[in-house]
């Protein structure tokens, strides 16, 4: 018999949340499936069975866990038979499992059955909202939710706890509870990636920073790709993006402007220069933002590029991302165009990084070309950068590699 623990997986992740059990109490699983998805800061994560065998749960879904803790047992029935677990789907408290005198486990907490509604049902409640009621001393397995679909919220909670205060009060539904000028408000806890993305905008914003914007002629890019995604998609079965000419292009751009590929060492007042030239591409996720990494961008053709951005692209609105492909990013491209709209914006830097590139909707505009004024394609874009790093005019030399490649007719058509 073996423990199925929440191992530690890096990036600095110390715990999770237990999104959904993939087996069942007694089900076969194999050595290296997966059984469980936990959401963490970073990325939905798989944890696999590290033998094959019977699988006892330990702790059910809606729980939050720490990096060591035993989610599950996995054997043979009759030594699973001699296990107590700890916390099921709705139960309240953390506890140790329990096993027989000869096995190294020590009990220390009597286990507990999951507490169950007025209706008969698991308890839904948020990890924040039963700590809340743990802290004010409130039985919630006795309180009827006032959220969506008997949701027990955090003003439940704070009714019950004012109930049991007064003479002879009893535990009722309460009304929805009226904030600012009599509107109803709803608050909603902050899932693991919120959380993480707040932290990294709360250190972005302490960065001094400083906005360069441009127009590139799109009109060449734009003729490439519709010249050639068609060829391309059927001879290589890879759908040609314009995003991957501009990582291509921006991490050509990198390397004669190194200062931008940094991050910068406050204590030790250092810029630490990457030799590397990872290329993040924020995403919007069904759960918030997240950054999918392409590596080493420089060496890989735009084909290449195309085909990995796509695949990166799917996993992240999947949620089946790993950290691994989250993670070591130089540098930071967002794609607002690709949201349908916006013509230039000041994008948050990716903390640590010392810069980042938003490019915006390609669109119809006036251009000139050979002295006359045609109707042709535009690319807006902005960089915003660590004004402690570099300045303005390190901007406009690092936009003006940008641009003039991917004005570049030679540079647009060596793409395999």
Known sequence: MKELNFVDIGEGITEGHIQKWLF???DMVKADEAVVQIETDKAV?????????TIKINIGENNDVKVGEVLAYIGDPQELAGITVGRRQGAEHQQTPQLQPTAPIQASVQPQQPAQSSQGHGITATPAVRKLA????????????????GRIQESDVKAAQSSSQAPQAAVAAPKPQKEAYGGA???????????????????????PKAVHMDIINANSLYSTVEREKARIESEKGIKLNYLAFIVKATALALKDNPYFNATYDKDRQEIIVKKYYNIGLAAEAPDGLRVAVVKAADSKSIVQLAGEIKELSQKVKSLTISPDEM??????????????????SVPAINYPEVAILAVHLIRDAAVVEDGQVKVGKILPFSITLDHRVVDGADAVKFANEIKGLLEDPKFLSAIE
């Open 327 to 344: 993670k070591d990013s130089t540098f930071t491209i967002t794609n607002i165009g690709s949201l349908g709209g916006g013509y230039l």
């Open 24 to 26: 069942k109490d007694g």
């Open 185 to 207: 408000v709803e608050r909603v806890p902050m899932s693991q990636t919120r959380k993480a993305i707040a932290k990294n905008m709360e250190a972005s914003w302490t960065i």
């Open 45 to 53: 994560v798989n944890i696999p069975a590290p033998i094959s065998g």
């Open 134 to 149: 743990r802290d004010l001393n409130v039985d919630i397995s006795k309180l009827v939710g006032t959220g969506p679909g």
